[in-house]
């Protein structure tokens, strides 16, 4: 059975910085592209970082030089360090795992992010 478990997620002033985790277990995790999604409330979920089983990361713009994403494949981990928060990166972030060869994919429950202005 596959799980995605994030964790990591509060409620932090604007300025502050959050670290989240996801532990995968039943998957081989270093086959895997591993991913961070928002969703605000009323909006679509959306990409904010990705790293691939190399190691190359993605981001999108409004995250770049804030955000942080990590894998460690030892411990089956995907982080994003998550600094300089606004907020409008108030939203439940949930972790993703696609694999790279078949596509498939499966979600985490999410953590709520809360950032006080």
């Known amino acids: 059975q596959v799980q995605l478990v994030e964790s990591g997620g509060g409620l932090v002033q604007a300025g502050g910085s959050l670290r989240l985790s996801c532990v995968a277990s039943g998957i081989t995790f270093t086959m895997y592209k591993m991913g961070w999604y928002c969703q605000a409330p009323g909006k679509q979920r959306e990409l904010v970082a990705a790293?691939?089983?190399?190691?190359?990361?993605s981001y999108v713009d409004s995250v770049k030089g804030r955000f942080i994403i990590s894998r460690d494949n030892a411990k089956n981990t995907v982080y994003l360090q998550m600094n300089s928060l606004k907020p409008e990166d108030t939203a439940v972030y949930y972790c993703?795992?696609?694999?790279?060869?078949?596509?498939?994919?499966?979600w985490g429950q999410g953590t709520q992010v809360t950032v006080s202005s």
């Open positions: 993703k795992a696609e694999n790279s060869f078949t596509s498939n994919s499966y």
């Open positions: 790293i691939n089983s190399r190691g190359s990361t």
